[in-house]
């Protein structure tokens, strides 16, 4: 029989995610603070339960995908750090945390479940809401070899590509090198685009010219910030869903501790922060490729 998975955190990415394992067959009891984001499970199939222990009372395997390191220390560690739902599982339940956190907090719930004899890993996910859904993600997982073995099939459900980085907090770092990137690259390619429109070019040929030439990247080909260039994007919907700025933001800010607490120089990305970060002020719930609306005000009205 497929284990029982219990899944906390049912947002942008959680939702999809979450529906791809009812979909597959996987038994599935769910939370979230949100009963919005619980009654659109409910729907599909799983049974809602109201506290993450509940969630979990007879779960082999604990999914969490929640927005910062605040919620995933909350969740697993509790108030006063042994009062959350580590102490309430089973040893040798499988905790698989997918939210992008500082590695040094993974590693601080990762030593608090090794403790109690609780398989945990860190696997943060590349992909956005689009491979959310399709089930097309890649995971990035730190942890123990059996552990990610154990892993290894319940995560091919949601993702494509599943890599194990390393230890404990080696998922985490992989993350924030790599949204490090995504913010520089959405940035630049807003404010290519500005620059084209501001001379007169209509802004899906000069996507299209750039998608043809050196210029090419993830951002223009499947996350195009200005609106109506691609269908289905959060720019041609009003920025919402995708997302949100304030993550963006958070993300940037967890690359920059991380560079400074090992004094590696990342002027590209302090650039990127400085932006999200201005940007995230005004407009932190809206997706991240909104960042277009510094140059661009129209497309935020
Ligand atoms: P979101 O804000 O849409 O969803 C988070 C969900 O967690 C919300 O439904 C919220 O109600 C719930 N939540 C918060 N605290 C909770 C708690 N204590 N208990 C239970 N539920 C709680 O965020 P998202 O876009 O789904 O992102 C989740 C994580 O994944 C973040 O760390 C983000 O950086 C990362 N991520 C997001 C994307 C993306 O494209 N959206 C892509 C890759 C990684």
């Known amino acids: 029989a497929k284990p029982t998975i219990a899944f906390i955190g049912l ?3 959680g939702a999809p995610m979450a529906e791809n394992l009812l979909k597959a067959g996987y038994p599935l009891s769910v939370y979230d603070l ?7 499970l409910q729907q599909a199939g799983a049974s ?30 509790g108030e006063n750090g042994s009062d959350g739902l580590l102490a309430e599982l089973p040893k040798g339940t499988l905790v698989i945390d997918s939210s992008t956190i500082a ?19 860190d696997a943060p996910v590349s992909g956005g809401t689009g491979g959310a859904i399709a089930g097309s993600l890649t995971f990035i997982v730190g942890g123990s070899a059996d552990a990610f073995a154990k892993a290894e099939p319940i995560l091919a ?18 993350k924030i090198c790599n949204n490090m990137l995504l913010g520089i690259l959405m940035a630049g390619t807003a404010e290519a685009i500005n620059l084209g429109v501001k001379n007169g070019l209509d802004a899906k040929v000069l996507s299209d010219i750039m998608l043809q030439s050196s210029g090419r990247n993830w951002t223009l080909e499947v996350y195009n910030p200005y609106p109506q260039v691609l269908e289905n994007v959060p720019s041609s919907k009003g920025y919402k869903g995708g997302f949100m700025s304030k993550l963006m933001q958070k993300d940037l800010n967890l690359a920059m501790q991380t560079a400074k607490d090992t004094a590696v120089e990342t002027p590209m990305g302090a650039k990127a922060t400085e932006l999200y970060d201005d940007h995230a002020r005004e407009n932190g719930d809206k997706d991240f490729s909104s960042i277009m609306g510094r140059h661009d005000h129209s497309v935020l009205s």
Do not use: C, W
Not at 34 to 40: G, I, L, M, Y
């Open 34 to 40: 949100s009963a919005e984001a619980t009654a659109r």
């Open 157 to 174: 459900v949601m993702g494509k590509n599943i890599f194990h980085a390393g230890e404990h907090g080696a998922g985490q770092v992989a």
């Open 11 to 13: 947002g942008n990415m």
């Open 48 to 77: 809602v339960a109201t506290s993450p222990k509940e969630a979990a009372s007879n779960a082999n395997v604990v999914i969490s995908m929640l927005p910062a390191g605040k919620h995933v220390h909350s969740v697993y560690l």
């Open 103 to 121: 590695a040094a907090d993974a590693r601080l719930v990762a030593d608090a479940a090794t403790g109690l004899g609780i398989d945990f890993l």
